[in-house]
């Protein structure tokens, strides 16, 4: 599916690129152009960023 229609990026081609270390939205577009378009896309890759990064474990003190 396609999350970037400007420039024609596959959500699996941003979920690459963010398990690859790009983990915010420009990083994102410098590695495959996904939200350098128009922007509409880019509260999907904010999700996507999110649903791809490790949840961090609570630490209690």
Request: with cysteine; glycine share 10%.
């Given at each position: 599916?396609?999350?970037?229609?400007?420039?024609?990026?596959?959500?699996?081609?941003i979920r690459?690129?963010?398990?690859?270390?790009?983990?915010?939205?420009?990083?994102?577009?410098d590695e495959?152009?996904?939200?350098?378009?128009?922007?509409?896309?880019?509260?999907?890759?904010?999700?996507?960023?999110?649903?791809?990064?490790?949840?961090?474990?609570?630490?209690?003190?």
């Amino acid at each position: 599916m396609y999350v970037c229609i400007c420039h024609r990026v596959r959500e699996c081609e941003i979920r690459r690129v963010i398990q690859s270390g790009a983990h915010t939205e420009d990083a994102v577009g410098d590695e495959c152009g996904a939200g350098t378009g128009c922007g509409t896309c880019l509260d999907r890759i904010a999700d996507l960023i999110d649903a791809e990064s490790p949840t961090p474990v609570p630490v209690f003190h």
